[in-house]
């Protein structure tokens, strides 16, 4: 199942890590926090995981989608 | 897709700010507040602070306190990004310099406070929205050391 690991520093920042997403599913389960947290989802640095890459690598190979 | 990202928490929601009020208070802190102020701000007094802090609660999500520190920072926050606009106001060349932040070293008001109920808030955040989608949340403890909360947010997939 996939999870999202965050983690509220002791100054109410907030750190999340996206695990065992398939394609952009991601985004948008990520995207409703960063709103709930009041910030704008367009204005948050991401930091994409190397098996994101990969697996988009796969999807266009196989002419699947994410 | 997995990813990670830092998000600073804005205050913009007063029922998730009584929470955050209500988490400090179950650990035996004396807080005052929200309350409604005539300006529309939200008002709370932390703990052994002097003076209350206010909350804008809207889109801005600002908060302004004086707790008589050396250190200032006028310049005024991009509601976009959140980040200081330079050159819009007066700040401390320590601020500026990143060695300090703005309101350390208050005599009328300790900052871990304010930091305690923004970490509050953030978590307050989290768990509610969780509750919104129906996913499942388990709370790991605070890692003393590091005063880090782990949250655990299950998705369907």
Same mark, same amino acid.
């Given at each position: 199942?996939?999870?999202?690991?965050?983690?509220?520093?002791?100054?109410?920042?907030?750190?999340?890590?996206?695990?065992?997403?398939?394609g952009?599913?991601?985004?948008?389960?990520?995207?409703?926090?960063?709103?709930a947290?009041?910030?704008?989802?367009?204005?948050?640095?991401?930091?994409?995981?190397?098996?994101?890459?990969?697996?988009?690598?796969?999807?266009?190979?196989?002419?699947?989608a994410? | 897709m997995?990813?990670t990202?830092?998000?600073?928490?804005?205050?913009k929601d007063?029922?998730?700010?009584?929470?955050?009020c209500?988490?400090?208070?179950?650990?035996?802190?004396?807080v005052?507040g929200?309350?409604?102020?005539?300006?529309?701000?939200?008002?709370v007094?932390l703990?052994?602070? /002097?003076?209350?802090?206010?909350?804008?609660?809207d889109? $801005? !999500? &600002?908060v302004?306190?004086d707790?008589?520190?050396? #250190?200032? @920072?006028?310049?005024?926050?991009?509601?976009?990004?959140?980040?200081?606009i330079?050159?819009?106001?007066?700040? /401390?060349?320590?601020?500026?310099?990143?060695?300090?932040? $703005? !309101? &350390?070293?208050?005599r009328?008001?300790?900052?871990? #406070?304010? @930091?305690?109920?923004?970490?509050?808030?953030?978590?307050?955040?989290?768990m509610?929205?969780a509750?919104?989608?129906?996913?499942?949340?388990?709370?790991?403890?605070?890692?003393?050391?590091?005063?880090?909360?782990?949250?655990?947010?299950?998705?369907?997939?």
């Open positions: 199942m996939p999870e999202l690991k965050i983690q509220v520093g002791p100054a109410g920042e907030v750190k999340i890590d996206g695990v065992g997403f398939v952009k599913s991601c985004d948008s389960v990520v995207d409703a926090f960063v709103r947290l009041g910030r704008d989802p367009s204005s948050v640095v991401r930091d994409y995981k190397p098996e994101y890459a990969q697996l988009d690598e796969q999807l266009n190979a196989s002419g699947g994410g | 997995s990813q990202l830092v998000v600073a928490t804005k205050i007063v029922s998730l700010l009584q929470k955050a209500d988490a400090m208070r179950s650990r035996n802190l004396i005052v929200p309350q409604l102020e005539s300006d529309g701000k939200q008002s007094t703990p052994q602070w /002097h003076r209350p802090c206010l909350f804008s609660c889109e $801005a !999500g &600002e302004s306190f707790n008589y520190s050396d #250190y200032y @920072d006028n310049r005024q926050i991009d509601p976009r990004t959140g980040q200081r330079a050159g819009s106001g007066d700040v /401390h060349p320590m601020v500026a310099a990143g060695k300090v932040r $703005a !309101g &350390e070293g208050g009328w008001g300790d900052l871990a #406070y304010l @930091d305690m109920l923004q970490n509050e808030y953030s978590i307050a955040s989290v509610q929205q509750a919104a989608q129906g996913y499942h949340v388990t709370r790991g403890d605070m890692t003393q050391q590091s005063g880090l909360v782990e949250l655990t947010v299950h998705v369907p997939g």
